[in-house]
């Protein structure tokens, strides 16, 4: 116990002196930032990509087989599917789908692109490459713990000595920070609906404070209720604004690009997944903005994920996870993506909220955005919470959360070029992060074989 409460100590003083150099050498912070990132990152952003894209078609092999029929604990699901795929859905992708549909297939025409190859790199940075990483920590976890019997897998399956400590410290480091700026991100839109709507001008720190304490009552609610309800709701305002999209602008040419671009996608999987720009400096460049940059923030995000995934996921079997976790989000986005970036271009807006806005003169299904980003970005801190509890102590996860309010509070008051200083730091973070995910698949394999081998012995 005591070793996990210096785990909580040494994760919020790593992140307070992260937060005091960004504050006070905020260009020369970002100097050293940046140049890690263009020589990792953009030098071997493959480090990120080849693994996720093997681990893809791992499991999409082994669902298929007798595998595929491995339990995750005993008894039936705690939750139904629905609920199940609503909460993952809600905590691995939330805000960023939301953000990002009309988006990003809008900056790929900007560069030139033509509208297939926009929607298909769409495709790659959020489809398999992303959701892959999060069924594989989820799986991996899930084993440890309902298979396995191990109380706190981030710890033990690394022998719970130094470098299981300097690792944990670095997945809830890079949980808090990005939670913080998921804060920054949610409160923005809000405060502009309220002003829009009732001409009233709030102060951002206070809305942050005022999300914390929506996360923090979820979290007093329990599992079952808060985050729980709150995924089915954030399912169905999703799905409410998808087909509104879908209907409201070009039915017929959003279901024939999906059906001529998906196959496309999947016969150019492997070599888009894969490319590394070889001796072509502009593609290696436009690489390590895009598909690097995209891959490097999920790997922040696949142990917070993983995590929550594994304990909502007891009774659940291996086939099961493949087609929930990997397989059908990952349609659901590349739906999302065409039917966001065809509307986007069919209304000549540049995000989500120009789009909604221009679809209903009525202001209804603005509403309906900023609730669904109310509701994600609380069921996001609130999960986040949660893992930041089991990779700590018990009962800490309102302070995790205040923590995570009090963090996007400063940044905002820093104000500046902060934000752009952060992002750059959880790109920079995630590349530990990477190489404890490693560290932890290594060690997971090694205890699974071990653990088989002493069985045989015995039985023999």
Aim: charged share 10%.
């Amino acid at each position: 116990m005591q070793r996990s409460y210096l785990t909580s100590i040494f994760s919020i003083t790593t992140i307070i002196i992260l937060i005091a150099i960004t504050a006070i050498f905020p260009s020369q912070f970002e100097h050293y930032l940046n140049l890690i990132k263009q020589q990792v990152v953009g030098n071997f952003g493959f480090i990120f990509t080849y693994p996720a894209f093997l681990a893809s078609l791992f499991f999409i092999v082994i669902c298929f087989t007798p595998w595929g029929n491995i339990k995750f604990g005993s008894g039936e699901p705690e939750f139904k599917t629905l609920s199940w795929m609503g909460m993952l859905f809600a905590t691995g992708m939330g805000i960023a789908l939301v953000t990002w549909g009309v988006t990003e297939p809008q900056a790929h025409l900007e560069e030139g692109m033509s509208l297939d190859e926009s929607l298909l790199h769409a495709y790659n940075h959020w489809a398999l490459l992303a959701w892959v990483g999060y069924l594989a920590v989820g799986v991996m976890f899930s084993y440890a713990l309902y298979n396995m019997g191990i109380e706190k897998p981030a710890e033990e399956l690394l022998g719970n000595g130094f470098l299981s400590k300097l690792n944990l410290v670095s997945l809830v480091v890079s949980t808090v920070i990005g939670l913080a700026l998921t804060f920054s991100y949610a409160s923005n839109p809000i405060r502009a609906s309220l002003v829009e709507w009732f001409g009233v001008e709030i102060n951002t720190s206070l809305i942050i404070a005022v999300l914390a304490l929506f996360a923090i009552a979820s979290s007093t609610s329990g599992l079952n209720r808060g985050i729980k309800w709150l995924s089915n709701y954030n399912s169905l305002f999703a799905l409410i604004l998808l087909f509104a999209a879908f209907l409201l602008t070009q039915p017929f040419e959003i279901i024939t690009t999906l059906g001529r671009l998906l196959p496309e996608y999947l016969v150019r999987y492997p070599a888009m997944a894969t490319d590394i720009g070889l001796g072509d400096p502009e593609r290696k460049a436009w690489l390590a903005d895009w598909l690097y940059a995209f891959e490097a923030s999920w790997y922040g995000w696949f142990i917070f994920t993983g995590v929550f995934i594994a304990r909502i996921s007891r009774g659940r079997t291996l086939r099961q996870m493949v087609l929930g976790i990997l397989i059908a989000p990952s349609l659901i986005s590349c739906f999302w993506f065409t039917t966001f970036g065809l509307a986007g271009i069919s209304e000549n807006v540049d995000d989500v909220f120009s789009l909604i806005a221009q679809l209903d003169a009525t202001g209804i299904l603005s509403i309906v955005l900023t609730l669904n980003i109310l509701l994600f970005f609380v069921t996001s801190a609130d999960s986040a919470g949660l893992v930041c509890e089991m990779l700590t102590v018990k009962r800490s996860r309102i302070f995790w959360i205040i923590a995570m309010a009090g963090l996007a509070i400063s940044i905002n008051l820093l104000g500046g070029d902060i934000y752009k200083v952060i992002l750059t730091l959880i790109s920079v973070a995630a590349i530990p992060v990477a190489i404890g995910v490693f560290a932890l698949g290594a060690a997971f394999v090694v205890r699974v074989m071990r653990n088989r081998a002493a069985a045989k012995q015995t039985a023999s």
